[in-house]
């Protein structure tokens, strides 16, 4: 596993850039992966440099695991021409293809046969690295995602489905709609490896991913994830918070950053000073990410019609 104190920053850093962006008057529509950060910082540390990865809408802390800079996406964020996409792309549409973030995709399922088309072309040109694609268990109920399994399969496509299920679509639990007892055997009915692992611990969900793409990497087809995770926040920033006080503040005690945090120091590789210091670290890259985000203007009416195809 890459540099551990690397990737508990990576954490705090998704944490504190989400409620910074949220305390803002004009963030606009987000979905927030708070309690979800070990998704995106455990499936990225088994990916390299010739790697792709797209996400869902829920895309913010995924852009950030994988190394988009937090000053171009703040901008992108709040519809600045310094963004990623020059302001237009936003929190759906994201994408940052050089540093291996091929783009998120607001529609829930959308991303998928994307990624069986980049993976594809991986295939067909004999270029290096591997696909992943990440996306919701509401994405279950697209059919898209059943085709997508299927042709990955027979192709062999060197693609790692990596299933963030977070237990709701929207405020509907996923038990009411999704009848299999865990998602992942879905997958192996297609018949490709499939493993169901705890969303919430960093470290397992590293393991699993770097064995995963280990696999797909050598040739041995599509393999995939099922991350058992907790979303804290609401849907998103317009959405109302369906489940009571208790039922939050008992899904909080799971809180993936501070379950590695609490790990690194009773192994002792890490102490309160070490901690203090990250904070104080990403509390200043945060707030040069909105002020890059403030320097830079909105983009000129003219530009509705550029980049459309």
Do not use: W
């Given at each position: 596993m890459p540099d551990a104190v690397a990737?508990?920053?990576?954490?705090?850093?998704?944490?504190?850039?989400?409620?910074?962006?949220?305390?803002?008057?004009?963030h606009g529509f987000q979905l927030l992966s708070t309690g979800e950060e070990a998704v995106s910082v455990g499936l990225c540390a088994a990916l390299e440099s010739d790697d792709q990865?797209?996400?869902?809408?829920?895309?913010?802390?995924?852009?950030?695991?994988r190394g988009v800079d937090p000053g171009r996406l703040m901008a992108e964020l709040l519809g600045r021409t310094e963004g990623t996409n020059?302001?237009?792309?936003?929190?759906?549409?994201?994408?940052?293809?050089?540093?291996?973030?091929?783009?998120?995709?607001?529609?829930?399922?959308?991303?998928?046969?994307?990624?069986a088309g980049v993976a594809?072309?991986?295939?067909?040109?004999?270029?290096?690295g591997i696909v992943a694609v990440m996306f919701g268990d509401g994405a279950f109920g697209a059919g898209v995602l059943h085709e997508t399994l299927n042709i990955a399969a027979i192709w062999r496509l060197p693609l790692l489905?990596?299933?963030?299920?977070?237990?709701?679509?929207?405020?509907?639990?996923?038990?009411?709609?999704?009848?299999?007892?865990?998602?992942?055997?879905?997958?192996?009915?297609?018949?490709?490896?499939?493993?169901?692992?705890?969303?919430?611990?960093?470290?397992?969900?590293?393991?699993?991913?770097?064995?995963?793409?280990?696999?797909?990497?050598?040739?041995?087809?599509?393999?995939?994830?099922?991350?058992?995770?907790?979303?804290?926040?609401?849907?998103?920033t317009s959405a109302r918070e369906t489940r009571d006080r208790d039922v939050l503040a008992k899904m909080r005690t799971r809180c993936p950053i501070q379950r590695f945090?609490?790990?690194?120091?009773?192994?002792?590789?890490?102490?309160?000073?070490?901690?203090?210091?990250l904070r104080r670290e990403i509390d200043l890259a945060v707030a040069d990410a909105i002020a890059f985000a403030e320097a830079s203007p909105f983009p000129a009416p003219g530009e509705a019609l550029t980049d459309v195809w």
């Open positions: 990737l508990l920053r990576k954490m705090m850093l998704i944490r504190a850039f989400e409620e910074a962006l949220a305390r803002r008057p004009d990865l797209l996400s869902g809408g829920r895309s913010i802390g995924a852009a950030l695991a020059r302001g237009k792309g936003g929190r759906g549409h994201v994408a940052d293809p050089g540093v291996g973030f091929f783009g998120a995709h607001a529609v829930v399922g959308g991303n998928l046969s994307i990624a594809l072309s991986r295939q067909v040109l004999g270029a290096p489905f990596v299933c963030n299920n977070n237990q709701l679509s929207v405020s509907t639990p996923r038990s009411a709609v999704l009848a299999p007892k865990v998602l992942s055997d879905l997958a192996r009915a297609y018949g490709m490896p499939a493993r169901t692992v705890d969303g919430m611990s960093l470290e397992a969900v590293a393991d699993a991913a770097a064995d995963a793409a280990r696999g797909v990497r050598a040739g041995e087809g599509p393999a995939f994830l099922e991350l058992e995770s907790l979303r804290f926040a609401s849907h998103s945090q609490g790990a690194l120091m009773a192994r002792g590789e890490i102490d309160e000073g070490v901690v203090a210091g």
